[in-house]
């Protein structure tokens, strides 16, 4: 069949360490990031929003994109469209991502949040030396050696509001606190003076916080811009590519690519699982392929296929609904008929949770049927 063929277009898969859980959630926020920019590509370059500026501008290197682009409309509307991919990525893909790999989540230690943490004075003082030194490249950053002199400040007296800060994941267990703050690849110059002071602040008063764990606070960079490889990285190399960050950063405080995916999911080859999970989604035929999924009546008349179908795209819910389907078709609950007869997407792309636990949780005894 033509569908299923479609597909079962990308190959090689190897055994990988993510669980079917944790591919379902990745599998399910690229569907959504996928439909919704479907929804957004722009098809009609006249009901584009009006540049008249930019189209100004670019009329100087119209003999340069005279090969490349069919018109100076049509490339200011792609790169709109592609920032705004660029915004969901970093918004929201890789957050949630990250999310799913490590279980943790957002966290804001802020005035608005009443969340704010404290700090010593004598932290404080310990902390201006550090950035001081660093700004005046008297001192080189050395991540074991401000993490003692910080932690040794530590006090119960002289505490004073530490400044606010927003970890973009975060996550405790018994020994440890972790934060990670998640940057574009390409971060304004200048940043990261301003960067280590809150960093270091945060450090302070999250050991305040929890005086009898280790504190861990990293940037991340979802992958490296300068490397031929997918997957691979140079962290050096991509540091000295940014101006002023190895003057402020050891290179033990950065996440670079598939280290800060092994990272969050303590396994290997996380960044090539994700990848390969996006891969077997984002396909010319994506929307046809979400379409098949998403009609109620494909359960029925391509049984096999759209079993086969759910498989591929790791929508491991689904197929336990459908593996339960004879017993949820007996039920006699016509909430549970209505649920199972619902589309399993919704407009917006979003999976329908509540009617994936509603048909899973259900305590159907068999042996009545």
Known sequence: ?????????????????????????????????????????PEDIHNNRNAPFHEAFLSAFSDKLSNK???????????????????????????NTAYFLCGGGKKEFTTTKKNTLKISEEQKIVIDEL??????????????????????AVSEKNLVDSQDFTADVFYENHNEVVCVEIKTVNPNKGVFRTEKEKILRAKAALKNKYPQKNIHYYLAFPFDPLSNEPCGYDKHRFMKSNVGFTQFFDEEEVLLAGEFWDYLSGAKNTMREILDIINRIATPNFESHFEFVNNVANRTNYQNCYSACLKWWHLRKEKQIMDKEKLILKSADKKTHNYFNQSCFSGSGEYNEKRANHLLNLNIDSSLF
């Open 131 to 152: 950035v001081l030194g660093l700004t005046n490249k008297t001192k080189e950053p050395s991540l074991q050696t401000e993490n003692t002199r910080i932690f040794a």
């Open 69 to 95: 682009i069919s018109s100076i409309p049509v490339f200011i509307s792609l790169s709109s469209w592609l920032h705004g991919l660029n915004t969901s990525l970093g918004q929201s893909f890789f957050e």
């Open 1 to 41: 069949m033509l569908i299923l063929r479609l597909f079962f277009t990308y190959k090689n898969y190897k055994n990988m360490p993510l669980s079917p859980e944790i591919k379902e959630e990745i599998a399910l926020q690229v569907i959504k990031t996928l439909y919704n920019q479907f929804k957004k590509f």
